[in-house]
């Protein structure tokens, strides 16, 4: 039978185990972290599969080395750690020797490396949240410096920017020392508004681009954000074989322990992509408090609310919008406001 590799990698090199089918170890080396160096070092070998965990460098690893020909697999890194904490020291020759020997027992959970352009939006909608949250962080520091003068923002018709405004030319009467700090403050602000503002647009003008987006957005609740967010998540639709598993990919079930007769169940387990999960959650809220229309998806978790707590009915309406995405994406049907409504599949 063909052999097997392990690969770990890391920052600058990457050292490979290489076994036959028996677990015996044919050859050990460690190369540059380089596709083509990994690539040459596995060539001899006529693999029946290699395998590298999760990381910063495994998706441009994995894209690259397919494309070389390689039988590469990605393994989620907790499941490979797991095999690997048996072993009493942990050093990157061992690491690769016990990855080899996992990927050899197909004891592993291979992970889907998504596609070029699920990275691309993906990394757009990244890049767009820590702005907002600078965003954020320096208006409420600007608020608090405010404070301390006897300066209170309030609200005001336009916004932050145009009440910002209104202090800076008239009312903010303190020392230079304090204005320099304010206007220092105002116009971080205004860069980080505008970078935001920049990247808003590019996210409303991909999603125009993408039907499946524009078609996610017709479910109440989820926007320009959240909608992308999910087909750069998901990527694929077609690998999970139920929609209710989009729920507990993004860690939206709770957790279970059962042995013998004990049994409990857990909060969720918030595994999976955070930044999808988040803006569900936000979504939902929209949905349970904004959205006016009445849907059987809105009535349901007014019913949770009622029952268990607004808190609750959040999560739960999460899970319900990540399994009724990946449903509508998978089947082409429209949202069902209501259980009467006939499904119909999208025009075109």
């Known amino acids: 039978m063909k ?3 392990g690969l770990d990698v890391s920052q600058h090199s990457t050292s490979i185990c290489i076994v036959d089918e028996i677990g015996d170890i044919i050859v050990e080396r460690k190369v540059p972290t380089c596709p083509d160096a ?6 001899p070998f006529d693999l029946s599969r290699a395998g590298l965990e999760t990381g910063p460098l495994s998706v441009w ?9 390689v039988p590469i697999i990605c393994m989620d890194a907790r499941h490979a750690n797991a095999a690997l904490k048996m072993m009493p020291a942990k050093t990157d020759r061992n690491d690769a020797a016990g990855l080899a020997q996992i990927v050899r027992t197909g004891w592993c959970k291979r992970v889907h490396v998504k596609s070029t352009p699920g990275h691309e939006a993906r990394a757009l909608l990244a890049a767009r949240s820590p702005l907002v949250q600078i965003r954020c962080d320096l208006e409420n520091e600007i608020r608090g410096v405010l404070r ?10 336009g916004g932050f920017a145009k009440r910002a405004e209104e202090i800076a030319s008239g009312e903010l009467d ?3 020392m304090s204005r320099v700090v304010v206007e220092a403050l105002m116009k971080a602000r205004h860069d980080a508004a505008a970078q935001v503002s920049a990247l808003d647009v590019r996210v409303r003008s991909s999603s125009r681009g993408n039907p499946v987006v524009r078609h996610l957005m017709t479910v109440p609740g989820v926007g320009a954000i959240t909608a992308p967010g999910g087909v750069a998540t ?25 042995s013998d007769e004990t049994m409990k169940v857990g909060r ?13 959650y936000e979504a939902a809220h929209a949905l349970l408090t904004r959205v006016s229309h009445p849907s059987s998806l809105k009535a349901w978790g007014l019913r949770i609310a ?12 999460t899970r319900k919008l990540a399994v009724i995405l990946h449903a509508l994406w998978l089947s082409g049907e429209e949202f069902r406001w209501s259980s009467n409504t006939p499904q119909r599949p999208l025009a075109g």
């Open 3 to 5: 052999p097997y590799a």
């Open 268 to 280: 969720i387990s918030r595994r999976g992509d955070d930044f999808l999960r988040r803006s569900l």
């Open 234 to 258: 998901i990527d694929d639709p077609t690998r999970f074989r139920r929609s209710a598993s989009a729920g507990a990919y993004l860690g939206l079930t709770p957790k279970i322990y059962a």
């Open 38 to 43: 990994i690539a040459a070092a596995l060539k």
């Open 174 to 176: 303190a020392s230079l």
């Open 148 to 157: 301390t003068f006897g300066i209170l923002f309030g609200k005001r018709v």
């Open 306 to 317: 009622k029952r268990s707590g607004f808190k609750r009915a959040k999560v739960a309406v």
């Open 61 to 69: 690893l994995w894209n690259e080395l397919s494309a070389a020909g």
